[in-house]
């Protein structure tokens, strides 16, 4: 369900896709984390998603101006799961608010793989 916002000038309504699409953007940002993996892993094996479709990585929940976002990523080798996931869910929840106006009620994050070299 989109998100709507009424001004003076009119309404505003923001699709689930949007926030999905700044969520992955900042994601790709972050320190270790090498891409997202697709949500709808069946035979266990994961896929290193490219650019053009990183929200197939994400699913998004709009419930009246708040957000709950669930990320399926891959990290780098030899970083802290922990960091990694702070670090995203701190700046994930800072970008959207800040970008959309929406408040990130919850993000859950599933490591779908380990990857040795960022490609």
Same mark, same amino acid.
């Given at each position: 369900?989109?998100?709507? &916002?009424?001004?003076? &000038?009119?309404?505003?309504?923001?699709?689930?896709?949007?926030?999905?699409?700044?969520?992955?953007?900042?994601?790709?940002?972050?320190?270790?984390?090498?891409?997202?993996?697709?949500?709808?892993? @069946?035979?266990?094996?994961?896929?290193?998603? @490219?650019?053009?479709?990183?929200?197939?990585?994400?699913?998004?929940?709009?419930?009246?101006?708040?957000?709950?976002?669930? &990320?399926?990523?891959?990290?780098?080798?030899?970083?802290?799961?922990?960091?990694?996931?702070?670090?995203?869910?701190?700046?994930?929840?800072?970008?959207?608010?800040?970008?959309?106006?929406?408040?990130?009620?919850?993000?859950?994050? &599933?490591?779908?793989?380990?990857?040795?070299? @960022?490609?």
């Amino acid at each position: 369900m989109p998100s709507k &916002f009424t001004s003076e &000038f009119g309404n505003i309504i923001i699709d689930e896709e949007v926030v999905a699409q700044i969520s992955g953007m900042t994601a790709m940002e972050c320190y270790g984390i090498v891409g997202m993996a697709a949500r709808n892993v @069946k035979d266990g094996i994961v896929h290193l998603l @490219k650019g053009e479709s990183l929200t197939r990585g994400i699913a998004v929940r709009l419930n009246e101006n708040k957000a709950s976002i669930d &990320f399926h990523i891959i990290v780098e080798y030899g970083t802290k799961i922990s960091a990694v996931a702070d670090n995203l869910m701190s700046t994930v929840k800072y970008k959207v608010s800040d970008t959309l106006g929406i408040e990130v009620e919850h993000i859950k994050i &599933f490591i779908e793989g380990v990857r040795v070299d @960022k490609e």
